[in-house]
Nanobody, 124 residues
């Protein structure tokens, strides 16, 4: 399975922006859909966004739609999540994941490779 490492997390004030990155190694992700999930303390892991293998199709959870943007650079084997207009409820550990197929889905069970996560904290 592909090895994934997230980076770019940190502390940001409400209304601010942050971009987290996911660097892949071991195997190329160029022909796999990719996704972002997050998990807050005491909460279940939830879907955030996913992107098809070519980057032509994206999908977002309602809670982040119009605020977050997922993108990818297959030449760099990297996936990004641009987060704007951040809210305190966005505070969570953000995980990058590789989907089993080309198109992607919002089901975490459809992803077979996961990063270790990066902490994003949004202050009031």
């Amino acid at each position: 399975q592909v090895q994934l490492v997230e980076s770019g997390g940190g502390l940001v004030q409400a209304g601010g922006s942050l971009r987290v990155s996911c660097d892949a190694s071991g195997r190329t992700i160029s022909m796999r859909a990719m996704g972002w999930f997050r998990q807050a303390p005491g909460k279940e892991r939830e879907f955030v966004a996913h992107i098809s293998w070519s980057g032509s199709r994206t999908y977002y959870a309602d809670s982040v739609k119009d605020r977050f943007t997922i993108s990818r650079d297959n030449a760099k084997n990297t996936v990004y999540l641009q987060m704007n207009s951040l809210k305190p409820e966005d505070t969570a550990v953000y995980y990058c994941a590789a989907h089993r197929g080309l198109s992607g889905s919002s089901r975490d069970t459809d992803f077979d490779s996961w990063g270790q996560g990066t902490q994003v904290t949004v202050s009031s």
